[in-house]
T-cell receptor, first 111, second 112 residues
Framework: GEDVEQSLFLSVREGDSSVINCTYT??????LYWYKQEPGAGLQLLTYIFSNMDMKQDQRLTVLLNKKDKHLSLRIADTQTGDSAIYFCADASSNTGKLIFGQGTTLQVKP | DTAVSQTPKYLVTQMGNDKSIKCEQNLGHDTMYWYKQDSKKFLKIMFSYNNKELIINETVPNRFSPKSPDKAHLNLHINSLELGDSAVYFC???????????FGNGTRLTVT
């Protein structure tokens, strides 16, 4: 079945760039998503990329997609303490739109 | 405010009870979902409805029954609650199938 994998933890210093990586197995993905979850809160859609794109930039966020290797990354430039959260990668099945989520990467930003 | 709203935010109940969680979206979306997030933060889809029609029904115990009275509402009823049902349940909606999901803030269910 479809699977999405992420590393569980990343720690960076304030002002540095953060790169969160994700791999997926579904060959029929149409969209890939990044969601952010702060403690005790719901999931906030950060950004998404269509599967025929290589890159998408949105202010401090850059998404890179390597479709051949089924690898997705999220780069956060100038990381701030407010960026501390769990970041989920998700892959959308082309048939049902069902999102398969990774385990989430906890980003810790140290002042 | 335009949003996906769930009630209640917290639900504490005893084993064996029956409970419901309500979800409403005023975004005009056609598709709604229920996801379960366990204690390790793992998110898994349970159900999805498109225009009131069930389109995704994952391997979920039949004690869980979704109901969509109209396309703006998707409620989740749980019978005979068990300890393992304790989790955060998220409702979500999307404009149509295979478009970005917008999540509610979750309902934390604790079964004692």
């Amino acid at each position: 079945g479809e699977d999405v994998e992420q590393s569980l933890f990343l720690s960076v210093r304030e002002g540095d760039s953060s790169v969160i990586n994700c791999t997926y197995t579904d060959s029929s993905s149409t969209y890939l998503y990044w969601y952010k979850q702060e403690p005790g809160a719901g999931l906030q859609l950060l950004t998404y990329i269509f599967s025929n794109m290589d890159m998408k930039q949105d202010q401090r966020l850059t998404v890179l997609l390597n479709k051949k290797d089924k690898h997705l990354s999220l780069r956060i430039a100038d990381t701030q303490t407010g960026d501390s959260a769990i970041y989920f990668c998700a892959d959308a099945s082309s048939n049902t739109g069902k999102l398969i989520f990774g385990q989430g990467t906890t980003l810790q930003v140290k002042p | 405010d335009t949003a996906v709203s769930q009630t209640p935010k917290y639900l504490v109940t005893q084993m064996g009870n029956d409970k419901s969680i309500k979800c409403e979206q005023n975004l005009g979306h056609d598709t709604m979902y229920w996801y379960k997030q366990d204690s390790k933060k793992f998110l898994k889809i349970m159900f999805s409805y498109n225009n009131k029609e069930l389109i995704i029904n994952e391997t979920v115990p039949n004690r869980f029954s979704p109901k969509s009275p109209d396309k703006a509402h998707l409620n989740l009823h749980i019978n005979s609650l068990e300890l393992g049902d304790s989790a955060v349940y998220f409702c979500a909606s999307s404009p149509k199938v295979n478009s970005p999901l917008h999540f509610g803030n979750g309902t934390r269910l604790t079964v004692t």
